[in-house]
C-alpha cells in the first residue's frame, strides 16, 4: 500500500465467508443493495479509530461496533462523569468515574462480540498520533479541542489516511470527510489552529445531546461508505445544521496543495504553535499544577494552607458547573484585581476546563511576576474526575 | 445592500444569524472581513472561513456576484 493513497486504505475482503453467526446478527443489512456478504466482509476486515470517546465517539462507536467494523480502536483519556451522560448514552451510571476507553469497551464487547475493541487510554500526543492513526485504516475525529484536530488532520495526511471530521457548537453541528481519495484536508477548511478561546468546549458553552448524537451518526455512516465503498457524500462538502433555526447548508471545501504541505511539513505537532490543549500542548511546566497535587495539598474551604484554590469562573457559573468549596475571583478581575487573591504560597486558580484559568494565570505572572499563582491543569472537571478515582474518602 | 448568514460564536457575537451588509460594488471577501471587524472589532482577532455560494472562499474573491455568503467561524466541540 502506497503511503499517501487513501483510496487504498480500506484493506480488500479476505478471502473469509461469513459465519453462521454473522449472518443472522447482521441479516437486516445484509438484505441491503450496496451492503450484502461482500460489503459485511469488507466491513470485517476494516478497521476504524475514533479519537475521543465523548458527544461524537460515544454514537459512532455504537453504529460502527453494530454494523460490525471488524476492529475498532478509541483514544480518550477522560473518565466517565456525571455531565457527560446526557449526550453520551454509550456510558450509564456503572460508568462513572471509569475511564472511557474501559466502559465503552466493555459496552461494545456486548453489543457485538464479533467486533475487536482496541481502548487506547492515552492523551493523543505528536509522540504517538502516527503510529496509532497508521493502524487503522479510517479515522473518526470526534475530538473537543483544536490542538487535537490539527494533530489528527497531520498525522492522517502523513500516513494517507481519510479523516471522518465532526464538531457540535450549542445547537449547531457540522461534519466533512477529509484526505479521502484526493479530497480536501481539515487545514484547507481552517489553515492555522485558532486559539482553543476562540471555540469554547461544550463544558463552557453547552451543548445539546441530539446535536453530538446526530453528528456521530453521520459520521459513523460516513466511515461505512468508505468502507463500503459507497458515495462518501461528505467528502470535501462541509454539512452545518442548526437545530434552533432549523437551517441546514452544505459548504464546498477545495484542497489547497499548499495547506496538504503545511501538514507534511518539520516534526509532527512541531511544525507551527499548536494553540492548546494543555494535556497536548503543555504550559510552561510552572504555570500548572496538577489535579491530584492539588488535592494532596489542599483543605478546602481554607484560605491559610499551602495551598489555596480560587474559583475564576464568572457569576452564576457554578450553578451548572463542578461544585467546589473555594472563594471566586472571576477571571474577567484578574489580573486588575490581583489583591483579592488569597496569601498562600501557592495559589491555584479554576475554572471548569483549565483553559480560562490558565489565560489568567499567565496574565497575572506577565503583569505582576507573581509566580506562586497558577493555574489548575485540566480545570474542575479533572479535579472532579481525580477525586471519583480516588473513591469515597479520597479527598 | 448583502445579507450575510452567520454561524456558531459569530451568530452569537451578532445576535443573529442572518446580517444585511452594505458593501461597494467592488468589494471582496477581504473587503467583507474589514467590514465585519469593524462592527465586532472582537473579529478582528478571529479565524474564520468565508463560503460564496455554497464554496469556501479566498480573500481576493470578489463579492458582488455571489447570491449566498456565508461566514463560518471553526467549532472545536465534540
Known amino acids: 500500500m502506497s503511503d499517501h493513497d487513501p483510496a487504498s486504505a480500506v484493506q480488500p475482503p479476505g478471502p473469509t465467508t461469513l459465519s453462521a453467526d454473522a449472518r443472522y446478527r447482521y441479516a437486516r443489512q445484509l438484505r441491503l443493495p450496496g451492503v450484502g456478504i461482500e460489503g459485511q466482509q469488507r466491513l470485517a476486515a476494516a478497521s476504524v479509530l475514533v479519537v475521543g470517546a465523548g458527544g461524537l465517539g460515544a454514537p459512532a462507536l455504537q453504529y460502527l461496533a453494530g454494523a460490525g467494523v471488524g ?37 461494545l464487547a456486548d453489543l457485538n462480540p464479533l467486533v475487536r475493541v482496541e481502548p487506547h487510554a492515552t492523551v493523543l500526543s505528536p509522540a504517538n498520533a502516527l503510529g496509532l492513526v497508521a493502524n487503522y485504516d479510517v479515522i473518526l475525529d470526534g475530538s473537543d479541542n483544536f490542538a487535537t484536530r490539527y494533530l489528527v488532520n497531520d498525522a492522517a495526511v502523513r500516513s494517507g489516511r481519510p479523516v471522518v471530521y465532526g464538531a457540535i457548537h450549542r445547537y449547531e453541528g457540522q461534519y466533512c470527510v477529509f484526505n479521502w481519495n484526493g479530497g480536501p484536508t481539515y487545514r ?32 459513523a455512516w460516513q466511515a461505512l461508505a468508505i468502507i463500503l465503498e459507497q458515495t462518501v457524500s461528505a467528502s470535501g462538502r462541509l454539512t452545518l445544521f442548526d437545530l434552533a433555526s432549523g437551517r441546514t447548508t452544505t459548504i464546498g471545501v477545495q484542497r489547497r496543495e499548499e495547506q496538504v504541505a503545511r501538514a507534511m511539513k518539520g516534526p509532527l505537532g512541531e511544525s507551527e504553535h499548536y494553540a492548546g490543549p494543555l494535556s497536548v500542548c503543555a504550559a510552561p511546566d510552572d504555570l500548572e499544577v496538577g489535579a491530584a497535587d492539588v488535592l494532596d495539598g489542599w483543605t478546602p474551604g481554607e484560605g491559610g494552607g499551602t495551598i489555596a484554590v480560587v ?59 507573581a509566580a506562586r499563582v497558577k493555574s489548575l491543569r485540566g480545570g474542575l472537571l479533572a479535579l472532579d474526575a481525580e477525586r471519583m478515582r480516588r473513591g469515597p474518602g479520597g479527598m | ?44 482577532d478571529m479565524q474564520y472561513a468565508v463560503a460564496l455560494d455554497h464554496e469556501i472562499a479566498d480573500d481576493t474573491a470578489p463579492i458582488d456576484s455571489a447570491a449566498d455568503i456565508a461566514v463560518l467561524p471553526p467549532f472545536a466541540g465534540g
Do not use: W
Not at chain 1, 477522560?78 to 468515574?97: K, S
Not at chain 2, 473587503?31 to 472582537?42: F, G, M, V
Open chain 1, 188 to 219: 484547507c477548511l481552517c489553515p492555522t489552529p485558532p486559539p482553543d478561546a476562540q471555540a469554547p468546549s461544550c463544558s463552557e458553552a453547552g451543548v445539546l445531546g441530539v446535536v453530538a448524537g446526530l453528528v456521530g451518526v453521520q459520521m
Open chain 1, 71 to 107: 476492529r475498532v480502536g478509541i483514544v480518550d483519556f477522560d473518565r466517565v462523569q456525571a455531565p457527560d451522560l446526557h449526550r453520551q448514552p454509550l456510558y450509564g451510571e456503572t460508568a462513572l468515574g471509569r475511564l472511557k476507553v474501559e466502559a465503552a469497551a466493555e459496552r
Open chain 1, 311 to 369: 474559583d475564576v469562573r464568572e457569576a452564576g457559573e457554578e450553578v451548572f458547573g463542578v461544585p467546589i468549596e473555594a472563594p471566586r475571583v472571576p477571571a474577567s478581575m484578574l489580573p486588575a484585581r490581583v489583591d483579592l487573591l488569597p496569601s498562600a504560597p501557592l495559589v491555584v486558580l479554576c475554572c471548569e476546563t483549565g483553559g480560562r484559568s490558565l489565560a489568567a494565570a499567565a496574565r497575572v505572572r506577565s503583569e505582576n511576576g
Open chain 2, 1 to 44: 445592500m448583502k445579507t450575510v448568514q452567520m454561524f456558531g460564536m459569530i451568530a452569537e457575537l451578532f445576535k443573529t444569524d442572518r446580517l444585511a451588509c452594505d458593501l461597494p460594488a467592488d468589494a471582496t471577501v477581504e473587503t467583507l472581513r474589514r467590514h465585519l471587524a469593524a462592527l465586532k472589532p472582537q473579529l478582528s
